[in-house]
């Protein structure tokens, strides 16, 4: 679930059992210029291969140099996906 903006409330509820049930997360995001709308239309559309952002690919046992990499901005890393399935 994503909480995108400023709401014009101060407080939201939820129902707790289905939230825990259904292992729902809560993001908030800030100063998104109403570009999220925008970007979802792109990907929904084809318009764009979010593919392209992911410059590099590692196994679940290489999950150490992946953080690494990421937390260093080396090797011109964009976005580093960690495989589950190798």
Do not use: W
């Not at 995108?4 to 939230?19: A, E, N, Q, W």
């Not at 792109?42 to 953080?67: L, S, Y």
């Amino acid at each position: 679930l994503m909480i995108i903006g400023i709401p014009p409330f101060d407080r939201f509820s939820f129902p707790v059992d289905d939230m825990r049930h259904k292992e729902i997360c809560i993001q908030n995001v800030r100063r998104q210029c109403d570009c999220v709308q925008a970007a979802l239309d792109m990907i929904e559309n084809k318009d764009f291969d979010i593919n392209v952002m992911v410059t590099h690919h590692f196994g679940f046992d290489r999950t150490k140099p992946a953080f690494d990499l990421v937390s260093d901005y080396a090797d011109g890393v964009l976005k580093a996906m960690i495989d589950f399935d190798d």
